[in-house]
């Protein structure tokens, strides 16, 4: 067969330049003279960059090429294909650093793998997933499918490991059901993006907006934003809005809230903030008296609606000057001491005492908060 080949009349001159194909992995298109010799078409490889100087076998239609020879004498011309076979099966042992953990491996592999199949080997010693990380070498990051020799990596050479992001990653998302889905998700995805593919697996009428570990996710961010990782949780809770509540002394307060929170919820972030006793709040929203253990949705209560806050019904508010309570009152008495002296002079217990909207603290004394014998302070009985 190959000598049948080898007498097949020329269709072309040995001096004109024809195209000629090198199988290796992948078929390359060379511009050559069929009468340049095996050797100078050997060194047009290398200056190439396709094979190193030590890796020089290459055969036609299953004969080797002599590097002395013609290629027009082995039967070569226009569309010929010429194979190249490697022979250099040195292993090459070289270092591979992982600065995260603070170790060092040893890898074996052949000159003429792959820098991805390097990546496999080391997957295979320490199961990191070869797409978690990169290789570099000599400051410069490697190209997969580059061969170690192409690179010039010998034995004993250090190359370092560094992880990098997955663009696809796996999530979870639970809805206000408790309903779980998973999704496969890129890191670029906004939070928005997450939630309309989460709904549309959903058999739910309302998403909520979307937590990651109790932090509320904007929907214009991307995932990689919140540094969202492999495997995490996102929960779709109701949607948080802000509101209003004026207090009976004309000031308005801002407060964060969510649709199903209770009034009684309510009345603590308002103690929290005011330090007003709950007991002593009367919420009132659209005319209506707000009842405890109702939450906010039943009372249609929306983003920027206004709250009125009001002493309990049960509450009396009287404001008295600390000269008329008593002539002998010092400074140096303790409010406790102060609402005992007034619950004793009207005949009523007295639940707290108020100075400039601020509630008084039985164990504190009234000179430690700026009081005097003018002071006109708020008593509720």
Not at 275 to 294: D, T
Request: aromatic fraction near 8%; include cysteine; charge should be neutral.
């Amino acid at each position: 067969m190959a000598s049948s080949r080898a007498k097949r009349p020329l269709l072309c001159s040995p001096e004109e330049e024809v195209t000629v194909y090198l199988k290796l992995m992948k078929t390359l298109a060379l511009r050559v003279k069929p009468a340049e010799t095996v050797e100078d078409f050997k060194a047009l490889l290398y200056e190439k960059g396709i094979i190193s100087e030590d890796i020089q076998n290459l055969s036609f239609a299953g004969q080797p090429l002599n590097d002395g020879q013609r290629l027009v004498d082995h039967g070569i011309q226009r569309y010929s294909c010429v194979d190249l076979t490697i022979q250099n099966f040195d292993l090459v042992k070289f270092y591979v650093t992982i600065p995260s953990e603070h170790k060092t491996i040893v890898v074996e592999a052949r000159a003429e793998d792959t820098v991805q199949e390097v990546k496999s080997y080391i997957q295979a010693i320490e199961g990191i997933e070869s797409d978690r990380f990169s290789l570099v070498y000599q400051g410069y990051l490697l190209e997969e499918d580059r061969t170690l020799s192409s690179l010039n990596i010998v034995n004993n050479s250090t190359l370092c490991l560094a992880y990098c992001q997955k663009d696809v990653i796996s999530i979870y998302v639970k809805a206000l059901t408790g309903e779980v889905v998973k999704l496969q998700v890129k890191r670029m995805f906004t939070v928005g993006d997450v939630k309309a593919i989460a709904g549309s697996m959903l058999s739910v009428s309302s998403l909520g907006s979307l937590f990651n570990s109790g932090q509320h996710l904007d929907e214009t961010k991307v995932l990689a934003f919140y540094d969202i990782k492999e495997e995490s949780m996102l929960e779709m809770l109701h949607p948080v809005y802000q509101i209003f509540v004026k207090t009976w002394s004309g000031k308005t307060y801002i407060f964060n809230v969510q649709q199903n929170m209770t009034v009684k919820d309510l009345k603590d972030k308002l103690y929290e903030k005011l330090k007003i006793p709950v007991h002593l709040q009367s919420l009132i929203f659209a005319g209506k008296r707000l009842e405890a253990e109702r939450d906010l949705a039943s009372y249609s209560i929306q983003k920027n609606c206004t709250v009125y806050m009001v002493f309990a019904p049960s509450s009396t508010i009287k404001y008295m000057k600390l000269s008329t309570i008593s002539t002998h009152m010092s400074l140096l008495n303790t409010v406790g001491t102060l609402k005992q002296k007034i619950g004793s002079k009207e005949g009523v217990e007295v639940k707290e005492i108020k100075f400039h909207q601020r509630t008084l603290l039985d164990d504190f004394t009234l000179q430690y908060y700026g009081i005097n014998k003018e002071t006109t302070l708020t008593v509720v009985f």
